[in-house]
């Protein structure tokens, strides 16, 4: 069985832990506890095969800057969350964007697992992001989901298409490294 590690991240409060202990558990806290690091564990089935999704809680607070950059390292895929009535969270994204390019040492965040949550869709009055909102920017071409931890909307979405992505993503790097080194041993010459 395969072991997908999944690291949620995001600015505090924005419901990092309720979407992964409603995905987890199934269950909802109105209070809020915030979190140093958690670890949790799910079978999921992506593409008819079983698969163990290893995800990591983090927390939202900058003192753990240095928790989130192993963290990071030893993920594969990034779900990326904001809280829908407060713009900061967005923007509190950006560096977090910037970290992941850099341990992962690509230029493009498409090329890495990643989904983008808009959490807290069910507080109507208090949404300040359009109902037509699309990511654009350093998200552009990035899948995006609005979820509500409270009213378990999009939660199982979220964390199975980004699973999901993974999954195409490493097959496709598989067919293209294989076929690289089918080109590599036709180009040999033998030397008697
Ligand atoms: N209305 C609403 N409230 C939510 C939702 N998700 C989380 N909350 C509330 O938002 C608060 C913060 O939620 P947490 O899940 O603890 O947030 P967090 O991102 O894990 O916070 P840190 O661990 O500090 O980084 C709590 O009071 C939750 O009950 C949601 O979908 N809708
Ligand atoms: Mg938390």
């Known amino acids: 069985m395969r072991s997908i590690r999944i690291c949620v991240l995001g600015a505090g409060a924005v419901g990092k832990s309720s979407i992964t202990v409603r995905f987890v558990h199934g269950s909802f806290y109105e209070n809020y ?19 163990r999704l290893q995800i990591t809680d983090t927390a939202g607070v900058e003192q753990m800057m240095t928790l989130r950059e192993s963290v990071i390292r030893e993920s594969h895929a990034f779900l990326l969350v904001f809280a829908l009535d407060n713009p900061s969270t967005f923007n509190d994204l950006l560096p977090i ?23 807290k869709v069910d507080l109507g009055f208090e949404r300040v992001f359009p109902s037509n909102f699309q990511p654009s920017g350093v998200f552009k071409g990035v899948k995006y989901l609005e979820t509500s931890a409270k009213l ?26 294989k076929q690289l080194h089918r080109h590599d041993k036709r180009d040999k010459c033998v030397l008697m």
């Open 33 to 51: 506890d915030p979190t140093i690091e958690d670890s949790f564990t799910k079978l999921a089935e992506i593409d008819g095969k079983t698969h």
């Open 97 to 119: 964007v910037e970290d992941i390019k850099r341990i992962k040492d690509t230029d493009g965040i498409r090329r890495i697992p990643v989904l983008l949550c808009g959490n």
């Open 152 to 177: 378990k909307i999009g939660i199982e979405e979220a964390f199975l298409d980004l699973a999901k992505i993974y999954m195409d993503q490493r097959r496709v790097r598989r067919e293209r490294h």
